[in-house]
């Protein structure tokens, strides 16, 4: 993404107003300083389940793998991205990553971060 880019492209202002929603709800919950040492993330994306699905599909996809976009690698990247600065120092810190993208029946993301190793904190 280019810097002039992101004010005329429709996909890299819905990729700048995700990674801003999210740091929005984080800095809402954040620890006071940012981790320096190296960390394990957990992650789990509540995808939204279509409303065109009938009633009965809609309960049974809950918790069930979603598989459409967005992929799981781009949501992940705006997550960690967002998260530099208020959670971690830089994503380079993060040492294990676990990600899911299953369908939810209230869309959002837990992430659960664990410091790893010697320094663990």
């Given at each position: 993404m280019t810097n002039r880019g992101k004010f005329v492209n429709k996909s890299a202002q819905r990729y700048l107003a995700y990674k801003d929603e999210i740091k929005r709800q984080i800095s809402k919950q954040a620890r006071s300083e940012a981790l320096v040492h190296p960390v394990e993330v957990e992650t789990v994306f509540y995808m939204p389940i279509p409303q065109s699905w009938s009633k009965k599909k809609q309960a049974a996809a809950i918790n069930q793998?979603?598989?459409?976009?967005?992929?799981?690698?781009?949501?992940?990247?705006?997550?960690?991205?967002?998260?530099?600065?208020?959670?971690?120092?830089?994503?380079?810190?993060?040492?294990?990553?676990?990600?899911?993208?299953?369908?939810?029946?209230?869309?959002?993301?837990?992430v659960t971060v664990k410091g790893i190793g010697e320094l663990a904190v």
């Open positions: 793998p979603h598989k459409s976009k967005p992929d799981i690698d781009n949501i992940l990247k705006g997550l960690f991205d967002s998260l530099n600065g208020l959670i971690w120092k830089d994503d380079n810190l993060v040492s294990k990553v676990t990600a899911t993208k299953v369908y939810g029946e209230y869309p959002g993301i837990k």
